[in-house]
């Protein structure tokens, strides 16, 4: 088995600077032109062919995002101080201390908004995002965050860009709001699984630096066989999971900075993690799963 040290090692070289302006602006389009221009639309889905990523700059509306804040707000408010009575009729309520519904299947599948809060592996194995507070079905909690949720998500038009990119009909399994708060044991680089899966994440508040936790990738990973199965050789002499991304020495990633409001939509195939936040940076981030 290898040491942290070792496996931390083996990870890319985050770009910075210049080179990360460069690459990060490689994948990113202006959201209203994907809307009014063919070409863009195009443009947009042959880049997530080749990339894995696109950045869709100011997807979400103003009015929308400050709306879904202010009811991130209350709810959150309303469990720090014990409120809990309304919320556990309309939601499964997940504490760190008292949990009602187990297992992420039960998740997916549960018939009202699941609010569960990430707590520490029992076996102590690290990339647990302890703190985070996941949010499965947040359009369920009310009617103003169905309608707030699916105005930023455009499911139609992300479904139609999945379409032309991959030649698949993707549908909508799940969403998901995501809410960090200093959450430091982040997951290290890894795929959700081998299958065709996409994601897009729609952020709700700026991410403007490494410490404030923002999503990471190695650009064209989704498509490199030979990296994918040099890892999985890894893993299983290492006992590792399967799906990590253990050996990407001399590759490089991208962090996305992004305003609240942009789109970020990516391959799960592709390598993937969300940095490591200082204890007292806040991100939410509005989560959609596509799968066949
Ligand atoms: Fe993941």
Redo the contacts with the bound molecule.
């Keep these: 088995m290898l040491s942290r040290t070792t496996i931390a090692s083996q990870q890319p070289t985050l770009l910075r600077g210049e080179a990360l302006a460069k690459a990060v602006a490689s994948i990113s389009f202006p959201f209203c032109e994907i809307v009014h221009s063919r070409r863009s639309f195009l443009a947009a889905a042959w880049t997530l062919r080749r990339h894995g990523i696109v950045c869709l700059r100011g997807a979400g509306s103003n009015q929308d995002l400050t709306s879904i804040r202010h009811e991130i707000h209350n709810l959150l408010e309303n469990i720090q101080t014990n409120d809990l009575l309304k919320l556990q009729e309309i939601a499964y309520l997940n504490l760190p201390n008292h949990r009602v519904i187990k297992g992420y299947h039960n998740f997916r599948d549960a018939n009202r908004a699941v609010i569960n809060y990430r707590v520490k592996r029992p076996d102590g194995r690290t990339g647990s995002d302890a703190g985070m507070i996941d949010i499965f079905h947040p359009e369920r909690l009310s009617c103003n965050l169905d309608k707030r949720i699916k105005n930023c998500l455009h499911e139609q038009l992300i479904q139609k860009l999945l379409l032309v990119s991959s030649l698949n009909r993707l549908k909508v399994k799940c969403r998901n709001l995501y809410l960090n708060q200093g959450v430091q044991d982040t997951?290290r680089f890894?795929?959700?699984g081998r299958s065709l899966k996409f994601?897009s994440f729609i952020y709700i508040s700026d991410v403007s630096e490494l410490a404030d936790g923002p999503y990471c990738y190695v650009k064209g990973s989704h498509r490199r066989r030979r990296l994918w199965r040099n890892n999985s050789t890894f893993n299983k002499e290492n006992q590792l999971d399967p799906f990590e991304f253990s050996q990407l020495q001399g590759t490089e990633a991208i962090s996305l900075f992004a305003k609240a409001g942009d789109m970020v939509i990516s391959s799960?195939k592709g390598a993937?993690?969300g940095h490591p936040q200082r204890p007292e940076a806040k991100r939410a981030v509005l989560v959609n799963m596509y799968q066949r």
């Design positions: 997951r890894h795929c959700d994601k799960q993937h993690c």
